[in-house]
């Protein structure tokens, strides 16, 4: 699931604030903690929009959406990027994250699915995407409808283009690639999305340290925060296999 809440600002604060520069934008991805999800920011034209995307069973033990909102709206890493912004939208939606094995039937009579509605979104809590998606299918499934209003027919059969490139695109290699990751990561939430990140802030924090130790010292200390938050030599074995197929 999703909450997300648009703030208007003028376009200079938006460049200033994000060092923009033209017609250039910046979207931020953040990890979560606590929840499989994480945050974003990103920037339209006069206005931000910030979000918070995470799954229902955390959202049904813990706080509320609006509440986990907040909260990342007042960190110190986001507050500054929308202070003085009027809030002018909030918007609430449910993610689909089934992956390849839950999108419906396509092509209809007369009608296709596309975007969201057809599942196509990879929404992992390291991956938050889906208007690309969307974007892609609804250029595919164009190009169907137009082919088969050319030959006069609005039938499945004529619109069934559609489904074989989508088939072919990379919205449906990746859901499939990643139709794993949802069920591993959420069996291994607490490593992912609460010991790796604050491992990963304290062996940069002693890597790039300066002081009267070597520098070899504080790679072998940043190298043990590492170590350490994966459970030791043997537990971090477990989980590259684990996670292996990110690579392949």
Known sequence: MSVKEVFKLDRDTIDDRFR?????????????????????????????SVGVVYRVEDAAAGQTPEATLD??????????????????????????????RAMPDLVHDGAVVVGDAAGLVLNSGVHLEGTNMAVESGYHAGKAIA???????SDAEALAAYARDLDQSFVVENLRHYDWFQRTIAADRQFLFEDLPRALASAETEYFKMDRASKDEHTGAARDHLVAAAG?????A??????RRMLS
């Open 71 to 100: 909260a990342f709206e007042s960190h110190p890493a986001v507050a500054p990027l929308i202070r003085g912004g009027r809030r002018i939208e909030y918007s609430a939606h449910v993610v689909p994250e089934g992956g390849a």
């Open 20 to 48: 923009l520069d033209g017609d250039a934008g910046a979207a931020y991805q953040y990890f979560g903690e606590g929840a499989v999800g994480g945050g974003f920011v990103y920037t339209n034209k006069r206005s931000v």
């Open 232 to 236: 030791g030599w043997f537990g971090a």
């Open 238 to 243: 477990k989980r590259a296999w684990r996670f």
């Open 147 to 153: 082919a088969a209003l050319a030959d006069g027919r």
